[in-house]
Nanobody, 125 residues
């Protein structure tokens, strides 16, 4: 089993900063990409940022210049530094793994998508 544990969410004033962390643990052989999605109440889940195994990053247009994604491969952990936060950033943020190579017993297989439980980020005065 692979577990994803997110942390770092909370309440922050507009213009403030938060740093989210997501640590993956368990039977992990490799991960193609790690990233973050978010979902506001009544809204569709959207991609925020991704970090591939090759070192490339992608960002949603709404967060470019404000958010920075980073990855610690040795710890199987991905981070999201969020600066200049706006009220519209308020959402539940979900950690996502793509192309996870894991094992069940003696079998090795690839799980395309893995999700954390989510962490709440609220930007309000």
């Amino acid at each position: 089993q692979v577990q994803l544990v997110e942390s770092g969410g909370g309440l922050v004033q507009p213009g403030g900063s938060l740093r989210l962390s997501c640590a993956a643990s368990g039977s992990i052989f490799s991960i193609n990409a790690m990233g973050w999605y978010r979902q506001a109440p009544g809204e569709q889940r959207e991609l925020v940022a991704t970090f591939t195994s090759g070192g490339s990053t992608t960002y949603a247009d709404s967060v470019k210049g404000r958010f920075t994604i980073s990855r610690d491969n040795a710890k199987n952990t991905v981070y999201l530094q969020m600066n200049s936060l706006k009220p519209e950033d308020t959402a539940v943020y979900y950690c996502n793994l793509k192309g996870l190579r894991t094992s069940r017993g003696s079998a090795v297989y690839i799980k395309e998508d893995s999700w954390g439980q989510g962490t709440q980020v609220t930007v309000s005065s």
